[in-house]
């Protein structure tokens, strides 16, 4: 069975910082990688994702995050927070077609408060 | 609106009640997936159905719930019986194509309180 861990569960980072938010996995075999951000009232949304190609990969509002196979990891990053980057931040993976199983596996999530 | 959309957004059962949560998802969406969110937690897998088929209900904590998807397009979670432990957001997501590997859209959730 796979299973996501997320380091942080709250991060508290001034406007302008850099952001790395760490995710781990455990599979056995091939997997596809999400992050997924929950800003305040609003449902989740797809930040990124990783299938194959290139690990460094960019998503929206300049985030960006790279997986590393030998690590079982895939961090995001951000070079300078905003304010509005306040959320929380979900790491989930699943399996490619056919490998049987379904669902995204998320971990527990990192919750993000950006400081003016 | 072209999002994934839930109803009701809030539910609030005495224990031993039943419920029901409805899934409108995107028009043309094969997959579509049931989870739930504990406080504190992420989204935990409950069941998926391929169009009207259910091909995986592993993670239903119980008999008391039940789903289906009975033309492949609009989804309903029943919770009999609620409990508790039952408290929590349930959400729906549906994707394009067959699962594994495609984006899932999730839709804002229906948050269930049990008394």
């Known amino acids: 069975a796979q299973s996501v861990s997320q380091h942080n569960h709250h991060v508290i980072l001034s406007e302008a910082a850099s952001l790395e938010l760490g995710c781990n996995y455990s599979?056995?075999?091939?997997?596809?990688l999400f992050w997924y951000v929950q800003y305040p009232g609003q449902h989740l949304q797809l930040l990124l994702k990783y299938f194959s190609g290139d690990p460094l990969v960019k998503g929206i509002k300049g985030f960006e995050a790279e997986f590393i196979k030998s690590k079982f990891s895939f961090n995001l990053r951000k070079p300078s927070v905003q304010w509005s980057d306040t959320a929380e931040y979900f790491c989930a993976v699943n399996p490619p077609p056919g490998a049987g199983s379904y669902q995204l596996t998320f971990g527990k999530g990192t919750k993000l408060s950006v400081i003016p | 609106g072209a999002g994934v959309s839930q109803s009701p957004r809030y539910k609030v059962a005495k224990r031993g009640q039943d419920v029901a949560l409805r899934c409108d998802p995107i028009?043309?969406?094969?997959?579509l997936f049931w989870y739930q969110q504990a406080l504190g937690q992420g989204p935990e897998f409950l069941t998926y159905?391929?169009?009207?088929?259910?091909?995986?209900k592993s993670g239903l904590p119980s008999d008391r719930f039940f789903a289906e998807r009975p033309e492949g397009s609009v989804s309903t979670l029943k919770i009999q019986r609620t409990q508790q432990e039952d408290s929590a957001v349930y959400l729906c997501?549906?994707?394009?194509?067959?699962?594994?590997?495609?984006?899932?859209?999730f839709g804002p959730g229906t948050r269930l309180t049990v008394l």
């Open positions: 599979y056995g075999g091939t997997v596809n």
């Open positions: 159905f391929q169009n009207e088929a259910q091909l995986d």
């Open positions: 997501a549906s994707s394009l194509g067959l699962a594994g590997g495609n984006e899932q859209f």
């Open positions: 028009s043309g969406h094969v997959s």
